[in-house]
Every structure is written in C-alpha cells, then in structure tokens.
C-alpha cells in the first residue's frame, strides 16, 4: 500500500518557523518528484513548492509559488523516502493544511495532479 505521511505541523508565531516532514513507504519515491500543497479554510488548495527526482538530468530542480519564495525551502533524502519543506517567517495568511505529494513528473505535480497524497498536515499561524 503506497502512503504519504505528514508530520510536523503546528501551532507558531507569526515570525516563526516550522519544519513539515513527509515520509512516503509503499513505493520508490526517489524515482519520482515530490511536493507540497496547503489549503486555507474556504479556499481551494494551491501549490506550494516541488523538487525533482535526483539524478543526473533533473538535478533536484525546485520551484516555489511565488508567495513562499525566500521564505519556504523544499528539500529531500531520496534514502529515507522523505520530502522536508523548512518554512520561515511565517506569516497568518501561511495558516492551512499542508498536504504532501509525489508523481513521476514534476510538471504533474505543479499542475495539481499528483499521482499520490498525504493526508495533510495543520499549521497555524498566530498573528
């Protein structure tokens, strides 16, 4: 059975910082690009960031919405199935359930089609 697991999540600050991990099992997910979505309260949920598979033509490529930009760093050990997603001053406006996802395409993921999900993960952010 191929799962996506969230942890991390939480209540913070405004100006602090948390750190989502994702822990995939069920599948090889080094083969694949993975990534992160949230959705706010009475929002539809929206792209966050994306790495690529490592290797030698993709190289780890990442991309950032550009509200996050500066702020989020996406980032993954292919040898323990986890994709990280280190987030920085965060702002109320972060506050939504952060979910996980992978696909065998990157561009799959950032149109908002993964493959796989996790079940999401709370992060609040206190103004």
């Known amino acids: 059975q191929v799962q996506l697991v969230e942890f991390g999540g939480g209540l913070v600050q405004a100006g602090g910082s948390l750190r989502l991990s994702c822990a995939g099992s069920?599948?090889?997910?080094?083969?694949?690009?993975m990534g992160w979505f949230r959705q706010a309260p009475g929002k539809e949920r929206e792209f966050v960031a994306v790495i690529d598979r490592s290797g030698m033509w993709s190289g780890g490529r990442t991309l950032y919405t550009d509200s996050v930009k500066g702020r989020f760093t996406i980032s993954r050990d292919s040898a323990k199935n986890t994709v990280y997603l280190q987030m920085k001053s965060l702002k109320p406006e972060d506050t939504a359930v952060y979910y996980c996802?992978?696909?065998?395409?990157?561009?799959?993921?950032?149109?908002?089609?993964?493959?796989?999900w996790g079940q999401g993960t709370q992060v609040t952010v206190s103004s």
């Open positions: 069920g599948h090889t997910f080094s083969s694949d690009a």
């Open positions: 996802a992978a696909d065998s395409y990157l561009s799959t993921i950032v149109s908002g089609k993964p493959a796989y």
